[in-house]
């Protein structure tokens, strides 16, 4: 099993009453990132009370274990491309963040998890292919679907046009250190949107 | 003299041939950044030969002193809104971000500054407040030109839209993991800027 489908595996809403060892080892892991403490081999065996040779079965390496667990409680939704498209887009970059982010996914974490990436290009990667590019899939789906309407140009690169809509939360975040929740940040972000969308429409 | 006024002073391309006080501080300050070092008045006091004294009467706190130097090296250019707005805004996205980011500035203090300020929100707003807010003032004047002129909408809001435009950049940089002179990644950012730029148009 590859880290990749073993963090898919694990990344719904269910998690068993008796954690099992790849829990352990992800608890584990996370505690120590969240200590700012480096992650070894040796520190998650002895913080997880798993063996070394089931952290090995299960990882092939320490940047696959850290790229798992800092997405660890984050779930992948589902984009509906019923109905108004634009909404459905605009629900998951606002309302549904806190669905997207997972609610055991606090702003701490997002950080951390964005100061280790920018210190390490290998989890950087790694993070990108197994799950950033996956949580993508939802939109860029959506966003086939308005091309497909005729809703948006027949030759818009959808994505660079995530790339531009996700560019904007992340500006506010990376950049401007501004929160979602405020008012005046959440109302720039929706004025940049709908600029990006007119760009985006037939 | 603020932190702002002073980094304002040492931004530009000259640097003196006999660094004075500030500039000692600054290298030694880099040293210790550069080598994952904690930034400490000690430490600052001990790797320039600078006293003390010297360091408080520039830098009122340590995140100022942090923010400045991870800004050295970098200019703020000028943007030429007298031709083909379009191109100078490009320009300055691609062809100018050697000019942007200085030539002292490379990929790798770029990492290391986000890495710093996703790890203290003070020094993220420090940062945002001394160095990227002055350095957007360019294109935000730019952008404020072509609104006057009827190129783009009359109810732009030209602060949300340099967002999206950068936010294409920083997306690139900050989640993928990709570089801006790789081919592919070059051609992605045109056309999200393309669909941005659309959306500007009146």
Same mark, same amino acid.
């Given at each position: 099993?590859?880290a990749?489908?073993?963090?898919?595996?694990?990344?719904?809403?269910?998690?068993?009453?008796?954690?099992?060892?790849?829990?352990?080892?992800?608890?584990?892991?996370?505690?120590?990132? @969240?200590?700012?403490?480096p992650?070894?081999?040796?520190?998650?065996v002895?913080?997880?009370?798993?063996?070394r040779?089931?952290?090995? /079965?299960?990882?092939?390496?320490?940047? @696959?274990?850290?790229?798992?667990?800092?997405d660890?409680?984050r779930?992948i939704?589902?984009?509906d491309?019923?109905?108004?498209?634009?909404?459905?887009?605009?629900?998951?970059?606002?309302?549904?963040?806190?669905?997207?982010r997972g609610?055991?996914?606090?702003q701490?974490r997002?950080?951390?998890?964005?100061?280790?990436?920018?210190?390490?290009?290998? +989890?950087?990667?790694?993070?990108?292919?197994?799950?950033?590019?996956?949580?993508?899939r939802g939109?860029?789906?959506?966003?086939?679907?308005?091309? @497909?309407?005729g809703?948006?140009?027949?030759?818009?690169?959808?994505e660079?046009a995530? @790339?531009?809509?996700l560019?904007?939360i992340?500006?506010?975040?990376?950049v401007?250190?501004?929160?979602?929740?405020? /008012?005046?940040?959440?109302?720039?972000? /929706?004025?940049? +949107?709908?600029?990006?969308w007119?760009?985006?429409?037939?």
């Amino acid at each position: 099993m590859t880290a990749t489908q073993g963090a898919g595996r694990r990344s719904g809403p269910g998690r068993p009453p008796e954690p099992g060892h790849d829990e352990k080892i992800i608890q584990a892991t996370l505690r120590l990132i @969240d200590q700012g403490k480096p992650v070894t081999v040796n520190a998650v065996v002895t913080g997880s009370g798993v063996s070394r040779a089931a952290v090995y /079965r299960r990882w092939s390496s320490l940047t @696959d274990l850290v790229s798992d667990a800092l997405d660890h409680g984050r779930a992948i939704p589902e984009v509906d491309v019923s109905g108004d498209l634009r909404q459905a887009v605009l629900e998951m970059l606002f309302e549904r963040q806190e669905e997207a982010r997972g609610v055991t996914y606090p702003q701490r974490r997002f950080r951390k998890r964005l100061e280790l990436v920018m210190s390490d290009q290998e +989890l950087q990667w790694a993070y990108w292919t197994s799950h950033v590019s996956r949580r993508r899939r939802g939109m860029i789906e959506a966003l086939r679907a308005g091309v @497909d309407r005729g809703e948006f140009r027949a030759d818009l690169d959808v994505e660079a046009a995530l @790339d531009a809509l996700l560019g904007v939360i992340y500006y506010q975040l990376v950049v401007r250190g501004a929160s979602l929740s405020d /008012r005046e940040t959440e109302l720039r972000c /929706r004025h940049a +949107l709908d600029t990006i969308w007119r760009g985006m429409q037939a």
